[in-house]
T-cell receptor, first 117, second 111 residues
Framework: SQTIHQWPATLVQPVGSPLSLECTVE??????LYWYRQAAGRGLQLLFY??????ISSEVPQNLSASRPQDRQFILSSKKLLLSDSGFYLC????????????????FGNGTRLTVT | RKEVEQDPGPFNVPEGATVAFNCTYS??????FFWYRQDCRKEPKLLMS???SGNEDGRFTAQLNRASQYISLLIRDSKLSDSATYLC????????????FGTGTRLTIIP
């Protein structure tokens, strides 16, 4: 069965510090990978998605970046955190529509709760 | 018009009652629809996919109305454990890799 791991679970970082969140998926190949952010009391905002190694699409301009160095690894980074980067960061995977012919549902990791102070 | 819109609630419903919520979407070409539930401070979890003919999973029934561009979720015989936020999810462009989430409907089941 497929599993998704995301770490760390919680993180407190000062403004201006760097960020690296990692997500890995097991039990599947060539998944679509996603990073979402959920601000307190708000909906999920898609930040990045990737359909393959090295292929990253950015949804909103921001000081975050994403990378996919391996098929089942997705990394979210920032060089300098802002207060507004605080939130609940969620990694997710799905089977590629190219594989299954229609959108399959997303499966989320446990999330990282980031507080920028 | 928002791409995916839900009534935020809260819906406060007595235990054992039936509750239903709708979710409207803006793109008539959307092809895939899902309901997720999210507990407080947790990740969203897939509740059920929504099929064109409607589908049922135990106490939960999902319907799709393409003409009016909405999906619905019906919960029968509600339990205290059903208290959560329910998120509607739609793919806005067929074959596109993105799924768009509604902001969720908060449900509280009252003993």
């Amino acid at each position: 069965s497929q599993t998704i791991h995301q770490w760390p679970a919680t993180l407190v970082q000062p403004v201006g510090s760097p960020l690296s969140l990692e997500c890995t998926v097991e039990g599947t190949s060539n998944p679509n990978l996603y990073w979402y952010r959920q601000a307190a009391g708000r909906g999920l905002q898609l930040l990045f998605y990737s359909v393959g190694i090295g292929q990253i699409s950015s949804e909103v301009p921001q000081n975050l970046s994403a990378s996919r160095p391996q098929d089942r690894q997705f990394i979210l980074s920032s060089k300098k955190l802002l207060l507004s980067d605080s939130g609940f960061y969620l990694c997710a995977w799905s089977v590629s529509p190219k594989t299954q012919g229609y959108n399959s549902p997303l499966h989320f990791g446990n999330g990282t709760r980031l507080t920028v102070t | 018009r928002k791409e995916v819109e839900q009534d935020p609630g809260p819906f406060n419903v007595p235990e054992g009652a039936t509750v239903a919520f709708n979710c409207t979407y803006s793109n008539s070409a959307s092809q895939s629809f899902f309901w997720y539930r999210q507990d407080c401070r947790k990740e969203p979890k897939l509740l059920m996919s929504v099929y064109s003919s409607g589908n049922e999973d135990g106490r939960f029934t999902a319907q799709l109305n393409r003409a009016s561009q909405y999906i619905s979720l019906l919960i029968r015989d509600s339990k205290l454990s059903d208290s959560a936020t329910y998120l509607c999810v739609v793919n806005m462009i067929f074959g596109n890799e993105k799924l768009t989430f509604g902001t969720g409907t908060r449900l509280t089941i009252i003993p």
